[in-house]
């Protein structure tokens, strides 16, 4: 949608399969090895001959009772759901700030309110939610910080984690209309987007009621069991 909008897109993942056409140049790297943001940033830089907008999106689940999983699999989440953000947000800081750009970080209803069986999950997007309140204070008003939140989303996430998405509500969706938010919130450089927009609503819930939110969520009333 960048590209068809006229924008210069560059991007990164562990495989050639999951990586656009539309893109200028891709290249292959894993995130959570030592070093690749820093890398991955020069090489961007270097491809586009600068560098406005950066969307971290990279991320993987794990569901099933939290005292199940081992310890590599809590590593696993937050090596690559939090660490690997964190690192690329302060290796393409000086790039971002240099033009007035913009990070964008992909995050998650799971972040918003605690869900039961994607506990570890839910902490390292709590974590993006954290790391997009500071940097947006620090950075302003030099750096746009945008944090999307979207409900579950019809993609391969869900047939790469451990188990398959089994909840009756609320119903993935389309990966388009995800796609397009994130797009028209680097456009309008907006800094919290919602996907959809009841996501918000259950978070500002949680937010301001916690202890009724609480109450509701629990075995019986949780949406979704």
Known sequence: MLAFRGARV???????????????ATLVRDLTAPGAAEEIVSWAVAALAGLD??????????????????????DDQVNLNLRAPMHLARAAAPHLQAGGGQLVLVGSIAGLVGVPEEVAYGATKAGLRGLADGLRAEWHPRVAVTLVSPGPVASPFFTRRNRPYTRTWPKPSPVAPVARA??????????????????????RFNGGLPELYRALARPGYHLGN
């Open 10 to 24: 560059v991007g990164t993942g562990r495989s050639f399969s999951g990586l656009a056409l539309a893109l200028e």
């Open 53 to 74: 907008v950066v969307i971290s999106n990279a991320g993987a689940g794990w569901s099933g009772r939290y005292e199940t999983m081992t310890a590599t699999d809590i």
């Open 182 to 203: 994130i797009v028209e919130a680097i456009e309008r450089r907006r800094p919290d987007v919602p996907v959809p927009a009841w996501v918000g609503l259950v978070g």
